[in-house]
């Protein structure tokens, strides 16, 4: 069995010992044919990263781009251009991996060719915390997925229902975790797709826009479990380049949710999207669980209008401008 040759796309803003423990689990795989390619968005780094960053460019171990912008979706189509592997994976700047990750994520592509995309378990690091101390108690509450439901296969609900933490068995999905997903590499060169750069911000729902493109292609996304990693999921760095405390973040939030809807879905399912995005988001309501002043529901009913507008006018201006700038700056470059 010859596996598909791999690289490793892990885009980084703002992160040090995260990112070289990234790297280092990755460094460990035996799998025989990978590469990482690094795209660091950051505009300076500790002195003893930096050093470490440069070592292993040196060695040919890392592929190293420096660039001057902060764009998790613009990191992600740079990288893909600069890759070789007949599979682009993506990983986060913050997770731990265990041996046989790269393999996990291969033999998907080699047993069933209707795959082209292959979605890996999340181990968030609480979450993880808390399944290991159930497991330790015996504590039979501890909540366990064998079958996403139906709902989590409608693109105008399923973000509600997808839990990629939990769930235990391989199955068809709607979406992948941006922090541990994988691409056939004809998905980009034969059918051009490419991530939207105009999702903003922290970039939230840039990978569900992504793979709900994938689903005109004909092909299927996969779910497996066994190609897990711990997410640490650190409250700074990574595509957290403005506080998600801020105007601006929450305002970008709302925006790309609106832009998922207007960019892939019917009028129908839009509706609906739209609906639970206010029902949970704005309200607070189960799965959200946020605070019911009437001042935060107000306060996040001003940005959820916000975003919208914005969203409809990002729409617009695609009529003229297709909103792929960081790509656009790249292609004036010759490398």
């Given at each position: ?56 460019a040196a060695a040919n171990k890392i592929k190293w781009f420096r660039i001057s912008w902060a764009s998790l979706p613009g990191a992600r189509n ?258």
């Amino acid at each position: 069995m010859t596996l598909p040759s791999i690289s490793v796309i892990i885009p980084t803003y703002g992160r040090e010992e995260p990112l070289r423990d990234s790297i280092e689990d990755v460094l460990k795989q035996e799998y025989p044919n990978y590469e990482i390619l690094v795209v660091d968005q950051t505009p300076q780094h500790k002195p003893e990263i930096e050093s470490y960053l440069k070592e292993l460019a040196a060695a040919n171990k890392i592929k190293w781009f420096r660039i001057s912008w902060a764009s998790l979706p613009g990191a992600r189509n740079y990288a893909v251009r600069r890759s070789t592997g007949e599979i682009i994976l993506f990983l986060d700047d913050d997770v731990r991996l265990e041996s046989g990750f790269l393999e996990a994520h291969a033999k998907n592509y080699l047993k069933r060719p209707e795959i082209g995309a292959v979605a890996g378990r999340v181990f968030d690091r609480m979450k993880m915390a808390d399944a290991s101390q159930g497991r330790t108690q015996g504590d039979n509450n501890y909540k366990t997925i064998e079958y996403l439901p139906p709902q989590a296969m409608d693109p105008g609900i399923a973000w509600y229902y997808i839990d990629l933490v939990h769930t235990i068995k391989p199955q068809e999905v709607l979406t992948a975790r941006g922090c541990n997903m994988s691409f056939r590499r004809e998905l980009f060169e034969k059918y051009g797709l490419h991530f939207d750069e105009r999702f903003r911000g922290s970039a939230v729902r840039e990978e569900s826009d992504f793979c709900l493109r994938i689903r005109q292609t004909g092909y299927k996304i996969w779910y497996d479990p066994e190609a897990h990693l711990v997410h640490l999921g650190e409250e700074t760095g990574g595509c957290h380049d403005i506080s998600t405390r801020s105007t601006k973040y929450q305002t970008t939030f709302y925006h790309n949710h609106f832009l998922l809807g207007l960019n892939n879905l019917t009028f129908s399912q839009a509706l609906r999207l739209y609906a639970r995005l206010f029902d949970c988001h704005v309200l607070g309501r189960p799965p959200c669980h946020k605070s019911g002043s009437p001042v935060k529901i107000l306060t996040r009913f001003i940005f959820y209008t916000l975003g919208f507008m914005k969203a409809l006018a990002t729409v617009i201006q695609s009529n003229w401008n297709d909103g792929q700038i960081y790509t656009q700056l790249d292609e004036k470059v010759e490398f």
